[in-house]
């Protein structure tokens, strides 16, 4: 049986079904993604239930931005500078505070909603499209790192949100054809363009990804082969810039990082995970038996279980080097590619068809039952412990009885238990209510008037001092010092260092650990003051401890720190 033309049916009511209308869609998927905005932003604290260190390390990275520094250059990081500079632009909005960090998402949001509208236009009808878009905006929005509960209300590792968002945009325009062809290739060249581009200054293994979809459409997807000159150019383009002198340094970053031991090569690790959430995956894998199916009965063109394949395979890749075991969001636009399929071959009126788009459903259910759980619980501030002062004043994390600090401080834990860093495998020790009570304590120390103003650096994963306390950021360490990160030269690292501190209860022990063996040495002959208190080891250049007569304000080190610390443009 012979297949439809590439273009469609031709049949009038399949027409005005296809042309889905800009007002229509704008309507049906802006008032749900409106409504998901105001749940996120309307609240007066910014709750963070778990990873909180990873939240303020986006602080800490739009603070370099702001101070002037330069990523990759002045401070290192394998993740793209994009993730930093949308916070940035929140400083610039409502300043330097953590609701700066949600103003970023809002950015995402709208250049999704715009992205997701103009490919979902092309290709698919009002219902399916405002499915789509809403999917594609509620991921960026929703509190919780893909493949975490919902309830995790966590802002950690946001870049992967917003990655796995662009890639599904991105396998829509290549894998589902469009149906109005006149004029209009051109919006899916740039949209794509743009999408990939922002997949390279987000993380590099989305950008990964990204090219592999365009790669694999060139071969398989003839709405992309007829503008072939057109792909090809900006493919190159893409590619050229991502090689260009000015992006060397986050390339070498890219590289120490891997060097360091970021890849994820182990296949056993990978196998694990799978198959500990096979069940997960098994609506993915039936969607390409079903397409393989098709095929083989003539039913839909070999190009349809072969970019099954492909978005399934690419998917997995940039999960297997992700910090997340579970969720494959790329693999929604299978039941889209499906729909598309089905109903050129079928029409309109199949009742399979309301039966594919239960998988966006639910992948929208989940959003929105985060986003309301974490309205709920940022309005319960009798359940939440608020950071009052500093510059991170409206980060709140759930309150809890006195743990693993507070026995300490009483004296009832065993010698043992200060062991705990040398622990051969990596975890995160501190819970979010312990983390932040360390922070909090040790800024209270740094901005008491008896340590000079000036660089402080963290043998810990995250730097969230500068921030806190409206300092300077010094230069030349690693934004984040977690599992393969690569360790700093001493000179560089400590080069604008006044205080070094030193946790006694760090988020990443091995990392700690492995940094007091390394700058022993170099710490003992440039750093002479020491202070000891119930959370930190606190050592201070003698230049940083400038004398204090009583009553007196704090004053900087001398002339040339002054010039250094003045307080950036905001």
């Known amino acids: 049986m012979a297949l439809p033309a590439e273009g469609g049916l031709a049949d009038s009511k399949l027409q005005s079904e296809i042309y889905t209308s800009p007002a229509n869609l704008a309507l049906l998927a802006g008032v749900p993604v409106l409504v998901a905005l105001w749940a996120l932003l309307s609240p007066a604290l910014v709750l963070s239930r778990e990873m909180t260190w990873d939240f303020v390390y986006n602080l800490s990275g739009a603070w370099h931005l702001l101070y002037g520094h330069v990523a990759h250059v002045d401070f290192h990081e394998p993740v793209g500078q994009l993730n930093f500079?949308?916070?940035?632009?929140?400083?610039?909005?409502?300043?330097?505070?953590?609701?700066?960090?949600?103003?970023?998402?809002a950015i995402v949001t709208a250049g999704v909603f715009a992205s997701a509208s103009l490919a979902a236009?092309?290709?698919?009808?009002?219902?399916?499209?405002?499915?789509?878009?809403?999917?594609?905006?509620?991921?960026?929005?929703?509190?919780a790192n893909v493949g975490d509960k919902p309830n995790a209300y966590s802002f950690a590792m946001s870049y992967n949100r917003y990655g796995w968002s662009l890639l599904s945009i991105l396998a829509l325009i290549l894998f589902v054809p469009p149906r109005n062809r006149v004029a209009g290739d051109w919006i899916d060249v740039a949209n794509a363009g743009l999408l990939v581009v922002a997949l390279f200054y987000l993380k590099v293994t989305y950008f990964a990804g990204g090219l592999a979809f365009v790669g694999l459409a060139i071969l398989i997807?003839?709405?992309?082969?007829?503008?072939?000159?057109?792909?090809?150019a900006i493919g190159g383009l893409i590619v050229a810039n991502a090689m260009a002198p000015w992006n060397h340094p986050y390339l070498l970053d890219i590289l120490h990082a891997?060097?360091?031991?970021?890849?994820?090569?182990?296949?056993?690790?990978?196998?694990?995970?799978?198959?500990?959430?096979?069940?997960?995956?098994?609506?993915?894998?039936?969607g390409l038996v079903v397409a393989v199916w098709m095929w083989a009965y003539g039913m839909v063109p070999m190009r349809t279980p072969l970019a099954i394949a492909g978005i399934l395979a690419i998917g997995a890749f940039v999960l297997s080097q992700n910090h997340q075991t579970y969720g494959l969001p790329v693999g929604i636009v299978i039941a889209f590619l499906l729909y598309d399929q089905i109903r050129e071959?079928?029409?309109?009126?199949?009742?399979?068809?309301?039966?594919?788009?239960?998988?966006?459903?639910?992948?929208?259910?989940?959003?929105?039952?985060?986003?309301?759980?974490?309205?709920?619980?940022?309005?319960?501030?009798?359940?939440?412990?608020?950071?009052?002062?500093?510059?991170?004043?409206g980060l709140a994390v759930p309150a809890e009885r006195p743990g693993l600090l507070a026995a300490f401080a009483d004296g009832q834990l065993g010698p043992a238990l200060l062991n705990w860093s040398r622990a051969a495998q990596?975890?995160?020790?501190?819970?979010?209510?312990?983390?932040?009570?360390?922070?909090?304590?040790?800024?209270?120390?740094?901005?008491?008037?008896?340590?000079?103003?000036?660089?402080?650096?963290?043998?810990?994963?995250?730097?969230?001092?500068?921030?806190?306390?409206?300092?300077?950021?010094?230069?030349?360490?690693?934004?984040?010092?977690?599992?393969?990160a690569p360790v700093q030269p001493a000179g560089e690292f400590f080069a604008q260092a006044d205080h070094v501190l030193i946790p006694k209860f760090s988020t990443y022990g091995a990392w700690t650990e492995r940094a007091r063996l390394e700058y022993s040495a170099y710490?003992?002959?440039?750093?002479?003051?020491?202070?000891?208190?119930q959370s930190w080891i606190v050592l201070s250049r003698e230049r940083a401890i400038p004398p204090r007569p009583d009553g007196a304000r704090q004053v900087p080190c001398d002339m040339d720190r002054a010039s250094q610390i003045a307080s950036p443009p905001l």
């Open 85 to 105: 500079i949308l916070t940035l632009l929140g400083f610039e909005l409502v300043g330097p505070t953590p609701f700066a960090f949600l103003v970023g998402v």
């Open 121 to 143: 236009l092309r290709r698919l009808p009002v219902l399916p499209a405002a499915l789509f878009v809403i999917f594609a905006s509620l991921l960026v929005l929703m509190p």
């Open 221 to 232: 997807s003839p709405h992309v082969r007829a503008r072939l000159p057109a792909w090809l």
């Open 258 to 286: 891997a060097a360091a031991g970021a890849v994820r090569n182990s296949l056993s690790f990978h196998l694990n995970n799978f198959f500990a959430n096979a069940e997960g995956y098994a609506p993915y894998a039936a």
């Open 345 to 393: 071959r079928f029409g309109p009126a199949t009742p399979v068809l309301p039966m594919l788009m239960v998988f966006p459903l639910f992948a929208i259910g989940a959003s929105a039952f985060s986003l309301a759980g974490y309205h709920a619980n940022a309005g319960r501030e009798g359940l939440l412990q608020v950071v009052e002062r500093t510059q991170l004043k």
């Open 426 to 484: 990596p975890r995160f020790e501190l819970s979010p209510a312990e983390y932040i009570e360390t922070i909090v304590e040790a800024a209270a120390l740094l901005g008491d008037g008896r340590h000079c103003r000036g660089g402080v650096v963290v043998l810990d994963q995250v730097n969230p001092f500068p921030f806190m306390l409206g300092w300077p950021p010094p230069r030349g360490g690693n934004l984040w010092s977690g599992p393969g």
């Open 523 to 533: 710490l003992a002959q440039n750093f002479r003051a020491h202070e000891e208190t």
